[in-house]
């Protein structure tokens, strides 16, 4: 069994640990198109978690930005919400957390790209090659994601939506059709 989580967003990224936090995956989001016909490609995406067993996903709770403009907003929300949707479709328990938290929780510096590239190296030492480039902050921030999950959830073997930490919210429909 593996986690999911993201970093939402067009420029964003993507990672999957197991339930020992062995990182197993991390790569930018992907997108189809460029400009302002760039989008997330949700074929590309499922074909990605088509190759590992996604027990739970858990994606970073965001929200509009006070500074961005109207456009980037929409488009933002637009990428969110096609995640939420995949997932969704694909039948992948989700859980979302608020940046503030996990960073808090993690140890991490709030705004910092490069103290969370940092973190994420020293973490998986054995995969450093992800997070070489400094535009590899986000893959770091989806793999830390991840990890606050582990370290929060108590899972060791395989995901339960009945153990989830503190601060997150769970959106999910259990096989008997209630919300969890």
Do not use: Y
Not at 89 to 95: D, E, G, H, N
């Amino acid at each position: 069994m593996a986690i999911l989580a993201i970093d939402p967003g067009l420029n964003n990224g993507i990672a999957i640990l197991d339930c020992q936090r062995r990182l197993l995956l991390a790569t930018e989001i992907p997108v189809i198109g460029e400009g302002a016909n760039k989008r997330l490609n949700l074929i590309t995406f499922a074909d990605i978690l088509g190759q590992f067993r996604i027990s739970h996903a858990v994606v970073e709770d965001v929200a509009a930005m006070p500074k961005q403009g109207l456009t980037s907003t929409f488009r933002f929300g637009r990428a969110s919400g096609s995640f939420e949707g995949a997932l969704a479709a694909l039948k992948i328990p989700t859980s979302f957390i608020r940046p503030a938290i996990w960073k808090r929780d993690i140890g991490a510096k709030a705004k910092q790209a490069e103290d969370i590239r940092a973190l994420a190296i020293q973490t998986w030492p054995d995969q450093s090659h992800r997070f070489a480039r400094k535009r590899d902050h986000n893959r770091a921030e989806a793999a830390l994601i991840g990890l606050w999950f582990l370290q929060h959830s108590g899972i060791v073997g395989e995901a339960s939506a009945d153990r989830m930490p503190p601060g997150s919210t769970v959106i999910a429909d259990g096989d008997d059709g209630r919300t969890i």
